[in-house]
């Protein structure tokens, strides 16, 4: 890749040269004006030159033009002629530089997937795989680079040495660095589009906590990505996402209920306003105790089949105008119908009587 921007640069640098080159000693034809000459006394000799002229003036400017269609045609050939030239230096240049070989280099990085023991034994070797692929790595770049003079790669940082001839045009790397690294995907995980670093203070005494903030969710690619690592760099018993719905479709409506309790006791845990776990839970349990996942809101209620729970709750003139045009009616079984008519509930100590037996009086 950066092989390629460095052709390219290089292409657009001598390009803007040769433009350069093919404008020198082209100039605007002076006038008398541009020679010092009054412009007025100009323009009064240009206008009665033109007078005596006459017809014959025509005839010299049918002549002219036809010259200027002659040099337009030879400046269009020079023109084809300098673009089949520059092309044929891009071809030479593209085969000096040999074929820039992609398999090579993403082979050196390809990850390891033998499973690796966890002794000092296996680290050690773990090490020496590494080097060994620096190394390898470093070979096949000096290899498929030739202006590489040197190369060096360690865990923090990597360094390469260019050496260019003397009569090459002038390269800004920074720029060829930062569009190289830009577009070069070292590994990804999808549906995970970028991944932020946050330090989060540890216990007293303890060191800092390193944890990776994505934007995007996908549980399945993370666990391939923590499983084919060589070294644990994830905790993946501390994987957690606020994405509810793939919670559900990954562990299930019960993982889904605790995020949901989990968000909501965040929200407010912010602000410093302590909320009884029990109201929590029952909403949480009124999203999810279908067995999916559906929001706490007017869309939510409106799938609930009373339609006095749904006029208790918002909107209250909307949901009883269309149960009267549609002809829906309550049955009275939810705790909110019962309530409107001033019923006692169906439920806990209103399900069943309570009767004592008195002797009849004799």
């Given at each position: 890749m950066l092989k390629k921007e460095m052709a390219a640069e290089m292409k657009r640098l001598d390009a803007d040269l040769r433009s350069q080159i093919a404008q020198l000693g082209k100039g605007k034809k002076a006038t008398k004006g541009d020679l010092g000459e009054p412009a007025a006394a100009a323009d009064d000799?240009?206008?009665?030159?033109?007078?005596?002229?006459?017809?014959?003036?025509r005839g010299n400017d049918e002549d002219s033009e036809a010259g200027d269609g002659n040099a337009d045609d030879e400046k269009r050939a020079r023109q084809r002629r300098e673009q089949a030239t520059y092309e044929d230096d891009d071809d030479e240049e593209e085969e000096e530089m040999g074929e820039y070989r992609d398999e090579e280099l993403e082979a050196e990085?390809?990850?390891?997937?033998?499973?690796?023991d966890s002794t000092p034994k296996a680290k050690n070797l773990v090490s020496k795989s590494f080097q060994n692929r620096v190394k390898n790595v470093a070979n096949s770049f000096q290899l498929n680079f030739p202006q590489a003079v040197s190369f060096h790669f360690n865990e923090m940082q990597c360094t390469f040495q260019l050496d260019f001839a003397s009569d090459m045009p002038k390269l800004l790397l920074v720029g060829i660095i930062e569009r190289t690294c830009r577009a070069t995907v070292i590994r990804e995980i999808p549906g995970i589009t970028d991944c932020f670093q946050i330090k989060e203070d540890g216990k007293r005494g303890e060191q800092p906590v390193i944890k990776l903030t994505t934007n995007?969710?996908?549980?399945?690619?993370?666990?391939?990505?923590?499983?084919?690592?060589?070294?644990?760099?994830?905790e993946d018993d501390n994987v957690y996402s606020n994405d509810i719905y793939a919670i559900l479709k990954?562990?299930?409506v019960e993982m889904a209920r605790e995020a949901i309790l989990?968000?909501?006791?965040?929200?407010?845990?912010?602000?410093?306003?302590?909320?009884?776990?029990?109201?929590?839970?029952?909403?949480?349990?009124?999203?999810?105790?279908?067995?999916?996942?559906?929001?706490?809101?007017?869309k939510g209620i409106s799938t609930n089949s009373s339609p006095l729970l749904?006029?208790?709750?918002?909107?209250?003139?909307?949901?009883?105008?269309d149960a009267t045009l549609h002809g829906d009616f309550d049955d009275l079984s939810t705790p909110s119908g019962?309530?409107?008519?001033?019923?006692?509930?169906?439920?806990?100590?209103g399900v069943f009587d309570v009767r004592m037996p008195v002797e009849s009086a004799r």
């Open positions: 000799d240009n206008d009665a030159d033109e007078a005596a002229s006459g017809p014959r003036n990085f390809a990850d390891d997937k033998e499973e690796e995007g969710s996908n549980f399945r690619g993370l666990w391939e990505f923590i499983a084919d690592s060589e070294e644990a760099i994830i990954t562990y299930g989990r968000e909501m006791g965040g929200v407010f845990g912010t602000y410093k306003i302590q909320v009884d776990r029990r109201h929590l839970e029952l909403i949480a349990d009124y999203m999810t105790f279908e067995g999916g996942y559906k929001p706490f809101n007017r749904k006029a208790s709750y918002e909107t209250t003139a909307a949901f009883l105008s019962n309530i409107v008519l001033g019923r006692p509930n169906q439920t806990g100590t």
